[in-house]
């Protein structure tokens, strides 16, 4: 918005409404700009692993509760920011609040989850992210429009709503019976709780199967120096790839910059504004409720390699029109911008049905009791540090490759799709506490892991 970027990235705006000399690929680049924005990521990142022991040895629910609280004071700060520092502070704490929610959310969902529906309970995660986007691009488009250029405070104290929800609801939430067991030795408690969650009395095979992994998990002190022995190899290597993977899609390309991306094709501010609030959140959020209807059916790996297929397609489509029509100068032929528009709208349910879901899926399902908490914060690690580099460095980046970086994502997305086609088991169905089970038949890991099987 444009009284918000006089107000706190002058430079930006100036460099914006006056210069006509710079590249069309160019005009954002603002390292200042790019570390507001970035801001968070590390903020996440740090808090990610505070949260993995506060999850572990307090449970799933203290560290939900600190996520909303950390929520509501970001989004009090920056709506009522005056200078810089407030906005990053503000933003900084939304950070925490996204680093603790991260960790605990899909460990929580997971957890409580019958094995046969987890897949589509925990895609209803990456659900509500996408419907939480698509109400944050239509208060903005809404907050725009407020005469005297104070509807930024609006779009930014607005998350102090959801933020309330999740403070107050985690208070009512009952704590999951993996967390319960890990912590306590009240078996009796545990079965109760079991039973009211299952909504039946037969519990009996889950309930041997946690007692058995609680057994293994609290033999274990330092879950860190646990993860890096060999037999957790297959874990780890999903831990760090799946989430590196899921942010070299270039999807927050997409959705970061998806405004700016429209501007460059010399769209307006409101109209590129609405459309990337119906692509991003419309599109996406259709194609992400579609997958949890199917990922129990279908499976993992054949939606993460039929999204890749399409989301390879479509980037090699984009990055080779605005090759040939888009230069440094000038705007897009309009049929050709609304191609891109088209083939924009094809990446992004591409990734919300397959990585964008089971990115956060299929890493929260993999891991033994002993090592779940701490497996979970590094995939939240991860995926924060490569979003960090991906925002600080897309800007840049798009100024020098210029359309070259829809081909520079798409290697990504062929690799990717490579490697779970040779690599990653499928998961579906199978109860979290029996998965070391799907590494012992894989072709490649049951070499590395046999070893290890009593």
Known sequence: MEPFLKKFFPEVYTRMKEDTKISNYCKFDSQILTSFTSSLYVAGLVASFFASSITRHFGRKPSILAGGSAFLSGSA???????????????????????????????????????????????????????????????????????????WRISLAAAA??????????????????????????????????????????????????????????????????????????????????????????????????????????????????????????????????????VDKLGRRAMLICGGVQMFVSQIMIGSIMAAQLGDHGSIDKGYAYFVLAMISIYVSGFAWSWGPLGWLVPSEIFPLEIRSVGQSIVVAVNFVFTFVVAQTFLAMLCHFKSGIFFFFGGWVAVMTAFVYLLLPETKKVPMEVMDRVWREHWFWKRIVEEFHD
């Open 161 to 294: 709503i959801p933020a309330t929800f999740l403070t107050i609801g985690s208070l009512f939430l009952p704590e999951t019976p993996n967390s319960l067991i890990q912590r306590f030795n009240d078996e009796q408690k545990v079965k109760t709780i079991l039973q009211r969650i299952r909504g039946t009395t037969d519990v009996e095979a889950e309930f041997n199967d946690l007692i058995k992994a609680s057994f293994v998990s609290k033999s274990i002190e330092h879950p860190i120096k646990k993860i890096i022995q060999k037999k957790y190899r297959p874990q780890l290597v999903m831990a760090i790839a799946i989430p590196f993977f899921q942010q070299v899609t270039g999807i927050n390309v997409i959705s970061f910059y998806a405004p700016i991306l429209f501007r460059t094709i010399g769209l307006n501010e409101s109209v590129s504004l609405i459309m990337s609030a119906l692509i991003a959140g419309v599109v996406g959020t259709a194609s992400t409720f579609l997958s949890m209807l199917v």
């Open 77 to 151: 700060l920056n709506g009522a920011a005056n200078n810089l520092y407030m906005l990053i502070f503000g933003r900084v704490l939304l950070g925490v609040g996204v680093g603790f929610a991260n960790q605990s959310v899909p460990l929580y969902l997971s957890e409580m989850a019958p094995p046969r529906y987890r897949g589509a309970i925990n895609n209803g995660f990456q659900l509500c992210v996408g419907i939480g986007v698509l109400s944050a691009n239509f208060i903005n488009f809404g907050t725009e429009k407020i005469e005297g250029g104070w509807g």
